[in-house]
């Protein structure tokens, strides 16, 4: 019951990564569109960045799951932000 409910968190967590990187691709573009600002990013080595902005909603994600006292589920969304944390961390030196 606990591993699913940190499951859900995580879940929720990496798909606010992922919407948070795509408002942040859209918003910072000026006016391209996602893939060649990602593509971009990446060339000028700011993809890094651009994921860790898009963590900002899991902010969201992790006070509302306080809100409503789910602990567990927003333990899986730090968990989510710490793995993201950690693969941008990796991804900046390869």
């Given at each position: 019951?606990?591993?699913?409910?940190?499951?859900?968190?995580?879940?929720?967590?990496?798909?606010?990564?992922?919407?948070?990187?795509?408002?942040?691709?859209?918003?910072?573009?000026?006016?391209?569109?996602?893939?060649?600002?990602?593509?971009?990013?990446?060339?000028?080595?700011?993809?890094?960045?651009?994921?860790?902005?898009?963590?900002?909603?899991?902010?969201a994600?992790?006070?509302?799951?306080?809100?409503?006292?789910?602990?567990?589920r927003?333990?899986?969304?730090?968990?989510?932000?710490?793995?993201?944390?950690?693969?941008?961390?990796?991804?900046?030196?390869?």
């Open positions: 019951m606990i591993k699913k409910e940190v499951f859900i968190g995580f879940i929720v967590g990496v798909i606010a990564n992922g919407m948070g990187l795509l408002l942040a691709a859209l918003l910072l573009g000026r006016g391209d569109d996602v893939t060649t600002v990602i593509k971009a990013a990446a060339a000028e080595d700011f993809l890094g960045k651009l994921i860790s902005i898009g963590a900002i909603l899991n902010l994600a992790f006070f509302i799951f306080i809100k409503k006292r789910q602990d567990y927003a333990r899986g969304v730090i968990l989510a932000t710490v793995c993201i944390a950690i693969f941008t961390f990796i991804f900046k030196f390869i």
